[in-house]
């Protein structure tokens, strides 16, 4: 390259600072959907754990509403039998009734102990179910919210895009002409890492020290590569010559 060439701080500053907005509205506006999507893939999720805990609690519930109904039966059979021991007609009859009537209680206390059990276990399955609701609730909540953001920011994100762009067309038309396929290069190589502004004595992007005759070379506007990392290093406004 010409040692003549001549790019001035300001231009590569400028040039900088464009090159970095543009990466942060594209980030964020491919951040948008992105965040959408995760938040309605984890809405699906949460609403088909709650699907699965109401077909538990549902089961339960069937589950309980049996026992309940088996003990009724036993309790009812026990009831009709202590009838019968009034018209037993012997000790035999009413012993054998006695029996029955032993037997059909311990039946009815197990079915109780179950029953029991069962309803318990589906109080723990309703807390969970209410629980589940609420996520459900919380997570449709963020979703449509952050869907509301991506298509409320993105043609604000998209117009700044475009600003920007005729920006940099217009701020990259002042290097010169010798410069731009070298320019260009770096840029599809880098993209917004093109560039790096020193930082003391080192590069200010991969902290590689800048010896001295480099740095007067970006002190006479001449471009300056950085040998370890290959950015165009440039002088920050407070370092800038007479300040």
């Known amino acids: 390259?010409?040692?003549?060439?001549t790019v001035t701080?300001?231009?590569?500053?400028k040039l900088h600072r464009i090159h970095q907005q543009l990466q942060d509205l594209k980030e964020r506006l491919e951040r948008g959907p992105r965040i959408a999507k995760a938040h309605e893939a984890n809405l699906?999720?949460?609403e088909q754990r709650l699907a699965e805990l109401q077909a538990k609690a549902k089961s339960l519930r069937l589950t309980v509403e049996a026992k309940q109904g088996?003990?009724?039966?036993?309790?009812?059979?026990?009831?009709?039998?202590?009838?019968?021991?009034r018209e037993a007609k012997d000790?035999?009859?009413?012993?054998?009734?006695?029996?029955?009537?032993?037997?059909?209680?311990?039946?009815?206390?197990?079915?109780?102990?179950?029953?029991?059990?069962?309803?318990?276990?589906?109080?723990?399955?309703?807390?969970k179910v209410a629980e589940a609701e609420a996520a459900v609730a919380k997570a449709r909540s963020q979703a449509q919210r952050s869907a509301e953001e991506v298509e409320g920011q993105g043609p604000r994100i998209r117009a700044d895009l475009q600003r920007l762009e005729a920006e940099l067309r217009k701020t990259e038309q002042e290097?010169?002409?010798?410069?731009?396929e070298v320019y260009q290069r770096l840029v599809r190589a880098k993209g917004s890492d093109a560039l790096?502004?020193?930082?003391?004595?080192?590069?200010?992007?991969?902290?590689?020290?800048?010896?001295?005759?480099?740095?007067?070379?970006?002190?006479?506007?001449?471009?300056?590569?950085?040998?370890?990392?290959?950015?165009?290093?440039?002088?920050?406004?407070?370092?800038?010559?007479?300040?």
């Open 44 to 46: 699906i999720r949460v």
């Open 175 to 180: 290097l010169p002409a010798e410069f731009q």
């Open 9 to 13: 701080t300001e231009s590569l500053r």
């Open 1 to 5: 390259m010409s040692s003549q060439i």
């Open 91 to 127: 000790n035999r009859a009413y012993q054998a009734l006695l029996d029955e009537i032993a037997a059909h209680e311990m039946a009815n206390s197990v079915l109780a102990d179950e029953a029991l059990e069962a309803m318990e276990r589906l109080d723990e399955m309703n807390k």
């Open 196 to 243: 790096a502004p020193m930082a003391g004595e080192f590069c200010g992007g991969c902290n590689h020290h800048v010896p001295l005759n480099m740095y007067n070379s970006m002190a006479l506007s001449k471009p300056v590569f950085c040998r370890s990392c290959g950015r165009l290093l440039y002088l920050p406004e407070d370092r800038m010559p007479g300040r």
């Open 70 to 85: 088996q003990l009724q039966k036993g309790e009812a059979s026990v009831a009709r039998r202590r009838e019968q021991l």
